[in-house]
């Protein structure tokens, strides 16, 4: 199959522009259809594990070097739980099922949804996949530098919530 066609350029000056809206939308210049920023839906594991929880090192931006929960992007059709499990076994070689979900986190300003699940092992052994530099287990009372701040809210509300491990 000869693909050397799909390697064009396309001359951006034939493209109709895109005028942005106040609430983060453009619309064609052309048509008048809006086009949608659809927000991207990620997911996240609290992962009990021998005392503690599972977290990673992030070797990867944003917050390179700090430590979060196991998570990743969920794919267009791809079912939330599933997702999730899929992102755990890439990031850290263990076998969940998703528990329970714990919360959805948002914030002003980010185009990422949070969903979060409490994960039970099922297999599987501890590493620092791809994205991580390190895997660890945690007890509560000694958590590492968290990346992001909502990771604080989210053990917050899995600790209220009472942890089912």
């Known amino acids: 199959m000869d693909i050397s066609k799909h390697n064009e350029h396309v001359d951006d000056s034939s493209l109709p522009s895109l005028q942005s809206t106040a609430d983060g939308h453009r619309i064609c210049s052309d048509c008048g259809r809006v ?12 992962i009990p594990l021998d005392d503690g ?16 929960f196991p998570s990743g992007y969920v794919n ?16 850290c070689g263990l076998i969940v099922s998703a528990d329970r979900l714990l919360g959805v986190y948002s914030h002003t300003g980010s185009p ?9 092992v099922q297999g599987g052994k501890l ?39």
Do not use: C
């Open 127 to 165: 590493i620092a996949g791809d994205e991580t530099s390190d895997a660890g287990i945690f007890p509560i009372s000694s958590l590492p530098q968290m990346a992001f701040s909502h990771d604080g809210d989210i053990i917050k509300d899995w600790l209220a919530r009472g942890s089912e491990s």
């Open 112 to 120: 990422v949804l949070l969903v979060v699940y409490e994960a039970k």
């Open 76 to 91: 267009r059709g791809e079912k939330l739980e599933l997702a999730l499990e899929r992102e755990v076994l890439e990031e």
């Open 35 to 46: 086009i949608y920023s659809d927000p991207k839906v990620a997911v996240a594991a609290i």
């Open 53 to 68: 929880i599972v977290l990673l090192k992030r070797a990867i931006q944003p917050n390179i070097g700090k430590w979060s």
